[in-house]
């Protein structure tokens, strides 16, 4: 007949019954805390993408307006070529 488990097998055993699903459930709150703001991030970069190209575009026809009124522009509007943009 084996031996019966002693008192510090049966706290050990307890501890893994317990902190395992703790700790899975902990992984799996920071992994998901992570994608949420994973998605948050992208959603700010389209509007800021969007915010930029309406500015550029408002810029642009003021330019364009200016220079038919007076028939001088005073800004000058650089588009920038695919690539010249730097890594950051």
Known sequence: MPAAFTLEAWLFLG???????????YTLAVHQTNNQAV??????????KSDYSRRV??????ANALYEETGEAE?????????E????
């Open 57 to 62: 575009r408002e810029a642009r026809e003021a």
């Open 75 to 83: 800004v000058d509007i650089v588009e920038d070529q695919p690539g």
């Open 15 to 25: 501890a893994l019954i317990i902190l395992g699903p703790l700790c899975l459930l």
């Open 85 to 88: 943009r730097k890594a950051a």
């Open 39 to 48: 998605h948050d991030l992208k959603l700010r970069v389209g509007q800021l």
